[in-house]
């Protein structure tokens, strides 16, 4: 029903099509029929509800794990929960310090997508407002490069880190998020279709710096592009696992991917109680964010994928 | 050029000083290395193309392709085909399926999660003698013995399709959905009226249309899925036991370079993995627009 409702307002949007009536698309069904749909229905549900279940069980065993004793675990399976939860933080906190690596984290992933979308949109508005030699070749090589995975460049990259001395720093973590291209690319189609030239011509006749016809006209209308990227971007920064672990050597530096993985080697893994908490300390603050923004985040994703 | 358009190339230096250092020079760099006997002290050989003639033959290299077209395939499989059922049920008109936006969302719920997390999880999850999942399987009488997941290789494999299925099912749902509620409500109609059933509508009016999309999640999915590498580095050993069957060709790449100081070889193989990719990418564009034109000629 709702994806209904949700094409309805898109075409109330585009203006295109005149507004339809609601009708029903055929006939009562004879009782005996109608029967049989309910029936299925329920069926359709209970799988639906399955699912769920299934999506949902591994963090529940999860959450009821970090609050049980060791010898509990290992006796049996159990959803009550237990009440080892102290004692877990404990033991974890004697061998890691996972909020450092929240840290970490958090740090990185803030950056990298503040630098991200402020630079994207800059770059963006470079290509969409402005005739320079050049401009369609750099913009199809940039496209191009975008289809070259990341593992290409691996060695190269950790080889020219090394030279510039910024292994085991934030740095390589970081700065690189300046250039994205598929966000240039999403914010440039974006920008085309809202902001119109005449707007900025219009700010120059008032005497308005090109850069702060950027930053007072063009990155606030940008904004929605922006933020529907950033969600992917921080998510991405968030969860990304091969960089820092070939970057970092520090353990006070790691993120908490690369502590989670240090985690399993650790002594920690012993303790299963201990282990399960550490992994839920890791999980549940993305899963609270995405209680309050999980329709923002659906969105993106259709943004992302579905071009009309 | 209008004397202003000077301002475009300011406008986007940041971005270009940054790609050229970050992103252009390290591909070239690693092609250069590719060609040497690099170890990582200064002093490489160059070697011609001894490495990518290594690589040929390289029945690692081979498996590790083999292992990850097999672990992507079945969650591919898996995966697409949930999504496709679930898009079916929930666009149908009769059905008024209700709750959508509810379980999206906990369909989705697993792919947010750090993958080290999801491997740690399911490590201890699927752990032979004291997972949960066994216990579990006891409990309610579906296994007799426990069943030791992750040291034989078929079901190491299944597990990581598996997991993968479980963590990416959701997105895809997502995109198929949203491909489904752009198709205009008049096309329904009009098969209705012609008669058509709910399979005759799905595989002649929705498949078709929705070709576009599917075709965008298969190439993402598989440019993902030939990168595959951190839940089977994380999930045993690092090097791909049992029996080498988790070895996948990143995981392959990630240790000859870094923990066995073979950069050069690993170099190679990072080319030999670029190349599949664009081989398995052009075959699959091919396959989907091959059947395009076939089709416009048989109407």
């Given at each position: 029903?709702?994806?209904?409702?949700?094409?309805?307002?898109?075409?109330?949007?585009?203006?295109?099509?005149?507004?339809?009536?609601?009708?029903?698309?055929?006939?009562?069904?004879?009782?005996?029929?109608?029967?049989?749909?309910?029936?299925?229905?329920?069926?359709?549900?209970?799988?639906?509800?399955?699912?769920?279940?299934?999506?949902?069980?591994?963090?529940?065993?999860?959450?009821?794990?970090?609050?049980?004793?060791?010898?509990?675990?290992?006796?049996?399976?159990?959803?009550?929960?237990?009440?080892?939860?102290?004692?877990?933080?404990?033991?974890?906190?004697?061998?890691?310090?996972?909020?450092?690596?929240?840290?970490?984290?958090?740090?990185?992933?803030?950056?990298?997508?503040?630098?991200?979308?402020?630079?994207?949109?800059?770059?963006?508005?470079?290509?969409?407002?402005?005739?320079?030699?050049?401009?369609?070749?750099?913009?199809?090589?940039?496209?191009?490069?975008?289809?070259?995975?990341?593992?290409?460049?691996?060695?190269?990259?950790?080889?020219?880190?090394?030279?510039?001395?910024?292994?085991?720093?934030?740095?390589?973590?970081?700065?690189?998020?300046?250039?994205?291209?598929?966000?240039?690319?999403?914010?440039?189609?974006?920008?085309?279709?809202?902001?119109?030239?005449?707007?900025?011509?219009?700010?120059?006749?008032?005497?308005?710096?090109?850069?702060?016809?950027?930053?007072?006209?063009?990155?606030?209308?940008?904004?929605?592009?922006?933020?529907?990227?950033?969600?992917?971007?921080?998510?991405?920064?968030?969860?990304?696992?091969?960089?820092?672990?070939?970057?970092?050597?520090?353990?006070?530096?790691?993120?908490?991917?690369?502590?989670?993985?240090?985690?399993?080697?650790?002594?920690?893994?012993?303790?299963?109680?201990?282990?399960?908490?550490?992994?839920?300390?890791?999980?549940?603050?993305?899963?609270?964010?995405?209680?309050?923004?999980?329709?923002?985040?659906?969105?993106?994703?259709?943004?992302?994928?579905?071009?009309? | 050029?209008?004397?202003?358009?000077?301002?475009?190339?300011?406008?986007?230096?940041?971005?270009?000083?940054?790609?050229?250092?970050?992103?252009?020079?390290?591909?070239?760099?690693?092609?250069?290395?590719?060609?040497?006997?690099?170890?990582?002290?200064?002093?490489?050989?160059?070697?011609?193309?001894?490495?990518?003639?290594?690589?040929?033959?390289?029945?690692?290299?081979?498996?590790?392709?083999?292992?990850?077209?097999?672990?992507?395939?079945?969650?591919?499989?898996?995966?697409?085909?949930?999504?496709?059922?679930?898009?079916?049920?929930?666009?149908?008109?009769?059905?008024?399926?209700?709750?959508?936006?509810?379980?999206?969302?906990?369909?989705?719920?697993?792919?947010?999660?750090?993958?080290?997390?999801?491997?740690?999880?399911?490590?201890?999850?699927?752990?032979?003698?004291?997972?949960?999942?066994?216990?579990?399987?006891?409990?309610?009488?579906?296994?007799?013995?426990?069943?030791?997941?992750?040291?034989?290789?078929?079901?190491?494999?299944?597990?990581?399709?598996?997991?993968?299925?479980?963590?990416?099912?959701?997105?895809?749902?997502?995109?198929?959905?949203?491909?489904?509620?752009?198709?205009?409500?008049?096309?329904?109609?009009?098969?209705?009226?012609?008669?058509?059933?709910?399979?005759?509508?799905?595989?002649?009016?929705?498949?078709?249309?929705?070709?576009?999309?599917?075709?965008y999640i298969m190439i993402t999915s598989l440019i993902g899925g030939l990168q595959l590498f951190d839940l089977p580095l994380l999930l045993t050993d690092g090097i791909?036991?049992?029996?080498?069957?988790?070895?996948?060709?990143?995981?392959?790449?990630?240790?000859?370079?870094?923990?066995?100081?073979?950069?050069?070889?690993?170099?190679?193989?990072?080319?030999?993995?670029?190349?599949?990719?664009?081989?398995?990418?052009?075959?699959?564009?091919?396959?989907?627009?091959?059947?395009?034109?076939?089709?416009?000629?048989?109407?």
């Amino acid at each position: 029903m709702e994806q209904n409702a949700e094409s309805r307002r898109m075409l109330a949007d585009s203006e295109v099509q005149p507004p339809r009536e609601e009708k029903p698309l055929r006939v009562e069904p004879p009782k005996q029929k109608q029967k049989k749909k309910f029936f299925s229905r329920g069926v359709i549900y209970t799988g639906l509800i399955i699912l769920t279940i299934i999506c949902f069980i591994p963090f529940l065993m999860m959450l009821v794990n970090a609050t049980r004793t060791n010898g509990e675990i290992m006796s049996g399976f159990s959803l009550l929960p237990g009440t080892a939860l102290i004692d877990n933080y404990a033991i974890l906190s004697d061998y890691i310090n996972i909020w450092t690596g929240f840290k970490n984290s958090l740090i990185i992933a803030v950056l990298v997508t503040l630098l991200s979308g402020y630079f994207s949109a800059m770059t963006a508005f470079g290509f969409a407002f402005y005739d320079f030699k050049g401009k369609n070749v750099m913009f199809i090589f940039m496209l191009v490069m975008m289809m070259v995975p990341g593992q290409l460049g691996l060695i190269g990259f950790y080889e020219i880190s090394k030279t510039l001395g910024i292994l085991d720093s934030f740095i390589p973590l970081i700065i690189p998020s300046i250039a994205s291209p598929f966000v240039v690319f999403f914010i440039r189609q974006y920008t085309q279709a809202t902001l119109h030239i005449s707007m900025i011509e219009a700010a120059r006749i008032d005497g308005a710096s090109e850069l702060r016809i950027f930053h007072t006209i063009a990155l606030p209308m940008m904004m929605p592009a922006v933020a529907t990227m950033s969600i992917f971007t921080f998510i991405g920064s968030w969860n990304n696992y091969l960089m820092p672990l070939v970057l970092l050597f520090s353990p006070e530096k790691y993120t908490l991917p690369v502590l989670m993985g240090f985690l399993k080697g650790s002594q920690v893994a012993e303790n299963l109680g201990a282990l399960y908490l550490g992994i839920a300390i890791s999980v549940v603050p993305i899963m609270i964010a995405f209680l309050f923004m999980s329709k923002y985040i659906v969105s993106s994703i259709s943004a992302g994928a579905v071009k009309e | 050029m209008k004397k202003l358009d000077r301002y475009g190339y300011a406008f986007i230096a940041p971005f270009w000083v940054v790609f050229l250092t970050f992103s252009i020079y390290p591909v070239f760099l690693t092609l250069y290395y590719s060609f040497t006997n690099y170890t990582g002290s200064p002093g490489e050989e160059i070697v011609g193309f001894a490495n990518y003639a290594r690589l040929l033959t390289d029945t690692y290299f081979i498996e590790a392709f083999v292992n990850t077209i097999k672990i992507w395939g079945v969650n591919f499989a898996l995966q697409i085909g949930l999504a496709l059922l679930l898009a079916l049920l929930f666009s149908d008109l009769r059905l008024k399926l209700k709750g959508l936006a509810f379980f999206r969302s906990f369909f989705y719920l697993p792919n947010l999660i750090t993958i080290s997390s999801v491997a740690l999880l399911f490590g201890i999850l699927l752990d032979w003698q004291h997972g949960s999942l066994n216990m579990m399987l006891l409990k309610l009488g579906i296994i007799s013995d426990p069943i030791n997941w992750l040291s034989q290789p078929v079901t190491a494999q299944l597990s990581v399709s598996l997991i993968l299925t479980w963590m990416w099912f959701g997105h895809s749902f997502i995109i198929v959905m949203a491909g489904v509620s752009g198709i205009s409500k008049d096309f329904f109609e009009a098969a209705h009226i012609d008669g058509a059933n709910r399979w005759q509508m799905f595989t002649f009016v929705t498949l078709p249309l929705l070709k576009p999309i599917l075709l965008y999640i298969m190439i993402t999915s598989l440019i993902g899925g030939l990168q595959l590498f951190d839940l089977p580095l994380l999930l045993t050993d690092g090097i791909g036991a049992p029996d080498g069957s988790l070895n996948t060709m990143v995981l392959y790449l990630y240790n000859q370079a870094f923990k066995y100081n073979n950069y050069g070889y690993a170099a190679a193989v990072a080319y030999g993995l670029f190349l599949i990719t664009l081989v398995f990418s052009a075959v699959v564009f091919k396959g989907m627009f091959r059947k395009e034109r076939a089709a416009q000629k048989g109407a």
